[in-house]
């Protein structure tokens, strides 16, 4: 039996961003997206939860230095989003829309890729206490 | 005397920046919140109201009329805004959170009755940051 553990870290940024279909109208941005559509932007503190699963080292007990995955995402998550706006500063979203949705797909592309692919990664993020959403599905 | 909270929520962007300022200086004092594109948060509205509970109905004051005024005069002003750019009532302010407890003060005090006295505004910017604002 393969004992794998899930561990846990939880980070914060909060960025400006809005709702916008480019090839939409006006008219159809503020029908599909509301509020969120305000063309001088709003923000949020997105909140996150990193989940990394693995067996634990023998040697050292961790599946992940949960120091080493914490200055994994500041230097490669947080520097790079937080105190921004999600559509003006960052390349990503130049042509993606910073939904809840699109946001985490980019987080956990940016993570997969720093690290280890004998661990499996989940991201969660949160717009708001009450929205949030999961990448990738289980 | 009874105190009384009703705890609301918006989000919305803001930049603090100094405009007597130049762009180095705002940086030194802001940093990251100098932003010239923006950032944002999510805001938590804790309103505290006091006075004495009326006999006939066991209410301090109806917390769906309390509800309401907080809709009317600064929810609706403020959710999904830019606080810099959208919002009349800050306008030439600073947009910290301390001026905004301030502010949100202002637009509920006249709108109580005479025998509800708006106590305290709590204003959280982040679950770590909240400012605290009781009139005076």
Redesign the interface.
Known sequence: MINKVSVYRKEHFNAAHRLNNASWDAAKNETVFGKCNNPSYHGHNYEMEVKVTGVPDIETGFVIDLKMLSDTINDHVIEKLDHKNLNLDIPEFSKLNPTAENIVIVIYNILREKLNSDLELQVRLYETPRNFVEYPVT | MVYLTRIE?F????KLYNPEWDKEKNEVVFG??A?E??????YELYVTIKGEVMEETGFLFDVKILSLLIKQYVLDKL????LN??VEFLKNKMCTTENLAKAIWNQLHPHLPQAVKLHCIKLYE??RIFVEYFGD
């Open positions: 929520h989000n919305a962007a803001h990251k919140c932003n594109n923006w950032h944002g948060h999510n959710d999904h805004k830019n750019v959208d982040t679950p």
